[in-house]
């Protein structure tokens, strides 16, 4: 069914970029809503950044700044640019993906399987 793949993450020192990317097939990609979300040991998943269907987007206070979310409907894809990492952002990062209704109903949606990043000197 649903599938949302990501890949990018890895080891980086603090002040350092990665960028993360997210393909999805399965879906009609150009209507669902996306986000990044991430979570680090022994804490919630929390949404770092998001963007609709129609190219809103929005970031946690804690990214904001650093972090730039985009996507690219001709190739099903979501990416997170991310600048000026710090060990804070050490987490596995998954894609998601929501489809909203006219009435305003959202699905829950379809996860990503993760990727680590891991910022460490």
């Known amino acids: 069914q649903v599938q949302l793949v990501e890949s990018g993450g890895g080891l980086v020192q603090p002040g350092g970029s990665l960028r993360l990317s997210c393909a999805a097939s399965?879906?009609?990609?150009?209507?669902?809503?996306m986000g990044w979300y991430r979570q680090a040991p022994g804490k919630q998943r929390e949404l770092v950044a998001s963007?609709?269907?129609?190219?809103?987007?929005n970031y946690a206070d804690s990214v904001k700044g650093r972090f730039t979310i985009s996507r690219d409907n001709a190739k099903n894809t979501v990416s997170l640019q991310m600048n000026s990492l710090k060990p804070e952002d050490t987490a596995v990062y998954y894609c998601?993906?929501?489809?909203?209704?006219?009435?305003?109903?959202?699905?829950?949606?379809?996860w990503g399987q993760g990727t680590q990043v891991t910022v460490s000197s």
């Open positions: 399965r879906i009609i990609f150009s209507i669902y809503d």
């Open positions: 998601h993906a929501r489809f909203t209704f006219s009435d305003n109903r959202q699905e829950n949606g379809y």
């Open positions: 963007i609709t269907s129609s190219g809103n987007t």
